[in-house]
């Protein structure tokens, strides 16, 4: 049985001190050195990072090929607004009831706008949020949500959610995949890899080619999915994107897949549309580049422009939002959707 997402802080371990209890999910290509590579640069520390291209293995025996990255299609002329719109009227149209899986940050707040700004009618639209979804969002519970649309605002759970047979559930994720992170964190030292995640060194070097500030063997490791990357990989702020795009698409897909029966599931900007945007768009992922505040423009206006919210649009810094607590007894989700557990296993 093939593999789709795995638990990153305690698979790797168990590798490392229990490798038995978890072999018949290794890659048929596992080795200790594949292995060590992973670890050595802090590839998946994080996230579950697996190469949509192809060109590189991986040590679990993760199911190939299911979200292949498009071909450049230099005919394609959509704006993000169109994207958008086009997606949201494509939810909407299922008749169903909408629960919007709103953590506070851009990626969600932008989808559950877009929803109510194309809905027909308010009520089949319905937040699902927490506690700190609140929090994060400032001023826009508020003065967008609270009085105006259904919700549902809970403390953060690890279990399954729970809903009605005909309802889906709507989330942000691929909003990070599309636009990759901002250039205003900071981590000192380059001995493992940040590319994954939401750090490197100084904002300074983010527009240099990256071949100057990427660890050398690194480099070498991932070449060849470099070199298959539909759009031109040059900068270090191109290969942050890259690693968020092409690496990091199996973690968003299915980590709520372990909460909520996978046929619910719509994650907003999971189409190849959003994708072929992102690969053939010329407009800069951040408008003033020493200003993060002004990273992933397009979605700010677009929150402006739907809830009138400027103060959040322009101001909400982007940060890693989550709406629930990974179970800490949680290793496997397999091919067919079933789950493996700690205690399950021998």
Partial sequence: MQVLFYNVFIVPKLIETNKEVVEEYLSPDFSNDLFHKYRKFGMDSYNVVYDRTGSIPHYINIKPNLHPIPKFDPHFNKSFEQVVCERAKEILATGKKVNVVWSGGLDSTLALFALMQYANDLSQIRVVGTYGSVIESGDLFDKN????????????????LETNDDDIFVTGFMGNQLFGPTNEFSNSGTEKSVMFHHSFGSPNVMYEP??????????????????????????????????????????????????????????????????????????????DPNDSLTHRWVMRDLIAEYSGNKNYAYEKKKGISAFSIPDPNFLFLLEDYSIKYRSSMR
Avoid: Q
């Fill in 145 to 160: 949500i609270k009085n105006k649309i259904e919700y549902d605002i809970k403390i953060n759970t690890k279990g399954k």
């Fill in 210 to 287: 990256y071949e100057k500030h990427v660890n050398p063997e690194l480099i070498e490791f991932i070449k060849p999915a470099i070199d298959a990357s539909p759009r031109k990989i040059e900068t270090v702020c191109d290969l942050r994107w890259y690693c968020i795009f092409n690496f990091d698409w199996y973690t968003s897909h299915y980590d709520m897949a372990t909460k909520i029966d996978k046929r619910k599931i719509y994650h907003f900007y999971d189409s190849t549309d959003f994708e072929k945007y992102a690969i053939t768009t010329k407009d800069p992922w951040t408008k």
